[in-house]
């Protein structure tokens, strides 16, 4: 019977160690940069600034320091897979010119999901410490969101009462997070953990006043983007894989992960929402057996859709006697 060749493609775990490399060496130059800013800039002075040079040196740069080491340890263990897959697929290949990188025969009648099975296998030591990862971000940024949706209603709550179309202005999210003294605590973890460096470093200006230019800022937070659209695309390969597998109730989860991500994107109220409810559910799926709980309602949804939809075909064919 004809088989198909499955397993991790070579180039794309050495293409994925050399992205893990590289993220790693800029996170060190950010950490050096930063700290160079923080530590010897003598204009800022006074408790606010030696309360946050103590938690930056304490805190924010170890987490820094930690990322970049653990970074470049799973780039050289990506190396090493790459390496071994090599070996494996050559001897496998006897030979024959198949393709590198491809080494387990399936039927090809088997479900064959779509891309490598170090990203399509939601149990693979990649994926589970992609979930980990979120999972720690989860934490940090539901409060974040939480408090940005409570400073914009203590300051404008009374005018989106009166004008509730008030609440779709950026330009007033943006105004009630300048205005709250505490969102440097709030959100000087998340951003660095996130990659986005541009809002990590207008925090830390906007204590003098000074302001980072529009470009600047997006180009320093080019990595928290670059992290929010692999996340958006993790959930729309699940999504598809689900789908092509029959399994509803995977391509309803998976889905409506996808959604969030992408809506986290969208300006406030709504990318705070999403953010906040994003947050949230990979933080609870850290809890030992939330997962399983999570995934049997999504299972239980799908259920219901699948028996609801053939429910109704089974009625429409009853209706005109086919």
């Not at 969102?183 to 003098?208: C, E, N, V, W, Y």
Request: aromatic share 10%; with cysteine.
């Amino acid at each position: 019977m004809a088989g198909t060749l499955w397993g991790a493609d070579v180039e794309q775990l050495r293409t994925l160690a050399q992205q893990f490399s590289r993220t790693a060496d800029l996170l060190q130059q950010q950490s050096t940069q930063l700290s160079s800013q923080i530590n010897n800039n003598p204009a800022w002075k006074g408790q606010d600034a030696s309360r946050f040079r103590s938690d930056w040196n304490s805190n924010h740069r170890a987490l820094l320091q930690q990322t970049v080491s653990r970074l470049q340890q799973e780039s050289k263990l990506l190396l090493k897979n790459a390496d071994e897959q090599e070996k494996a697929s050559t001897a496998g290949a006897g030979g024959s010119g198949g393709r590198p990188g491809l080494s387990v025969a399936v039927p090809s009648s088997a479900f064959v999901p779509w891309g490598p099975e170090w990203i399509s296998n939601g149990d693979s030591p990649f994926r589970s410490g992609w979930d980990a990862y979120n999972g720690v971000l989860g934490l940090k940024t539901v409060p974040l969101g939480l408090r940005d949706i409570t400073q914009f209603a203590n300051v404008y709550g009374d005018e989106v009462a009166d004008a509730p179309g008030k609440i779709w202005k950026k330009a007033l999210w943006d105004a009630a997070e300048r205005q709250d003294p505490l969102r440097g605590f709030f959100s000087g973890s998340p951003d660095l953990l996130s990659g986005k460096f541009g809002d990590f470093a207008q925090m830390t200006r906007g204590m003098d006043g000074a302001e980072i230019g529009k470009f600047a800022k997006f180009g320093l937070n080019s990595a928290g983007h670059a992290l929010g659209v692999v996340g958006v695309g993790l959930d729309g390969l699940d999504t598809v894989n689900a789908i092509q597998e029959g399994e509803t109730g995977d391509a309803l989860r998976s889905g409506t992960k996808a959604v969030l991500g992408a809506l986290s994107f969208a300006p406030p109220p709504i990318g705070v929402s999403c953010m906040v409810i994003s947050g949230a559910w990979a933080a609870v799926e850290l809890i030992p057996g939330a997962r399983d709980a999570i995934d049997d309602t999504f299972d239980g949804l799908g259920n219901f859709f699948e028996d609801s939809a053939k429910n109704a075909t089974d009625d429409v064919k009853n209706f005109f006697g086919w």
